[in-house]
């Protein structure tokens, strides 16, 4: 039997540690990042939906000096400091060919067949959930007490050529550092819109 919550809403502090006063931090705590929280990060997203269960998002995550070195030299100038710091950042890629995991990953169809030969929809699709899978990222680890720095600034052919040579069907999506943020590295909330302004309800 599928275990239900519709009884349950989290609470205010809960929903506070995912949104209301999570940020994105531009500075880090020296505080490190074990490889099991890592892992306890990566145990939830698995769980999080993606179409056909595609699971497209393949993800180096990089920890050492010298991977972390690497990184820092394909990212603008802003990020460098940031990847550096950060114990650990996620290099969130996917894998074009993700169809070719189908077999196992959907068992109950024969979801390959819809993507064989058709490259431009397995990109769309794969950029579409390796998206979401980033964002699962995020709040998984806030979930787990982390904290998230997300980064689309960076040079995509140089990230590929750094973490994905061995794999030429893996691009990079987005990176987003993970630790514990240092709170005088935020700026000020930047303003949210009220529902009305960017939502119709029909
Ligand atoms: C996909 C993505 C890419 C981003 N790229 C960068 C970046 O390259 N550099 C940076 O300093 N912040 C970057 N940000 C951070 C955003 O500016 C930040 O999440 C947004 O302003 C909301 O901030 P808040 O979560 O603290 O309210 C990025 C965020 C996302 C989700």
Redesign the pocket.
């Known amino acids: 039997m599928t275990k239900q919550f519709h009884d349950t809403v989290l609470s205010d502090e809960a929903i506070a540690q995912l949104f209301n006063e999570?940020?994105?931090y531009?500075g880090w705590l020296d505080k490190p990042v074990s490889d099991e929280q890592v892992h306890a990060i990566w145990d939830l997203v698995k769980m999080a939906p993606t179409s056909a269960n595609m699971q497209p998002a393949r993800i180096v995550w990089v920890k050492s000096a010298e991977e972390k070195a690497k990184l820092a030299e394909c990212v603008?100038s802003?990020?460098k400091e940031?990847i550096l710091a950060a114990p650990v950042t996620a290099v969130i890629g996917f894998d074009i060919d993700y169809h070719e995991e189908l077999p196992w990953l959907f068992p109950h169809t024969d979801a390959k067949s819809w993507f064989d030969g058709n490259e431009p929809l397995r990109e769309e699709s794969a950029l579409r959930n390796s998206s979401l899978q980033g964002a699962y990222i995020m709040l998984a680890a806030r979930a787990l007490g982390l904290d998230c720095?997300?980064?689309?600034?960076f040079d995509p052919a140089a990230v590929n050529a750094a973490f994905f040579a061995d794999e030429p069907r893996h691009r990079v999506n987005?990176l987003c550092s993970i630790g514990y943020g240092d709170p005088t590295s935020?700026?000020d909330?930047?303003p949210r819109p009220d529902f009305d302004r960017f939502n119709t309800l029909v």
């Open positions: 999570a940020r994105s531009n603008m802003g990020n940031k720095g997300p980064m689309s600034g987005f935020v700026f909330r930047s």
